[in-house]
């Protein structure tokens, strides 16, 4: 099965911190995904990595910086965590063109 | 870029009644298409994808979808709903290896 995990099921940071999300994947996946969840809203695609210290913007990148440097890890990076990144967050990995697999995710609250 | 579109925010209904969830994209080329589903407190899952061939899949827990390309729909069926699919429902669609996401269905099945 393929597992993908998640640092922390919660957290809970003051607006300002600098606030690292981490999530690695055992199945060797080349490409990796961070999204937030919000109700109503589904799934937004926030960055993805398609390789080790490749990187591209999703549809919701501001406030958000990402690093992969090695495979099997991906992060996600607030460099200054405000209110309205209060959110559940969401790690994938697939294979090249196929199914994503998710983490449990992370619900951030932002104080 | 793609859209994708669910029909309903909130269904209600009994357990043995039958389900059918709404899903259309704008998308004109060629598409993969999936269900994911999220039981309470659990993390996102698979139910069914669509990658080509017959336009009818099946999923898990007698799931089953239908891609009518024409309508550019990808609708979820059941035909007797239990209590334990009660669940929130996102319809996906992806043209390479990104994927983007309905807004998703909250399904409360009623005992």
């Known amino acids: 099965d393929v597992k993908v995990t998640q640092s922390s099921r919660y957290l809970v940071k003051r607006t300002g911190e600098k606030v690292f999300l981490e999530c690695v994947q055992d199945m060797d996946h080349e490409n990796m995904f961070w999204y937030r969840q919000d109700p109503g809203l589904g799934l937004r695609l926030i960055y993805f990595s398609y390789d080790v210290k490749m990187k591209e913007k999703g549809d919701i990148p501001e406030g958000y910086s990402v690093s992969r440097e090695k495979k099997e890890r991906f992060s996600l990076i607030l460099e200054s965590a405000s209110t309205n990144q209060t959110s559940m967050y969401l790690c994938?990995?697939?294979?090249?063109?196929?199914?994503?697999?998710f983490g449990p995710g992370t619900r951030l609250t932002v104080l | 870029a793609q859209s994708v579109s669910q029909h309903n925010h909130h269904v209600i209904l009994s357990e043995a009644a039958s389900l059918e969830l709404g899903c259309n994209y704008s998308?004109?080329?060629?598409?993969?298409l999936f269900w994911y589903v999220q039981y309470p407190g659990q993390h996102l899952q698979l139910l069914l994808k669509y990658f080509s061939g017959d336009p009818l899949v099946k999923g898990i827990k007698g799931f089953e979808a239908e891609f009518i390309k024409s309508k550019f729909s990808f609708n979820l069926r059941k035909p007797s709903v239990q209590w334990s699919d009660t669940a929130e429902y996102f319809c996906a669609v992806s043209n390479d290896y990104k994927l983007s996401f309905g807004a998703g269905t909250t399904v409360t099945v009623r005992a």
């Open positions: 998308y004109g080329g060629t598409v993969n």
């Open positions: 994938a990995s697939s294979s090249y063109g196929d199914t994503q697999y």
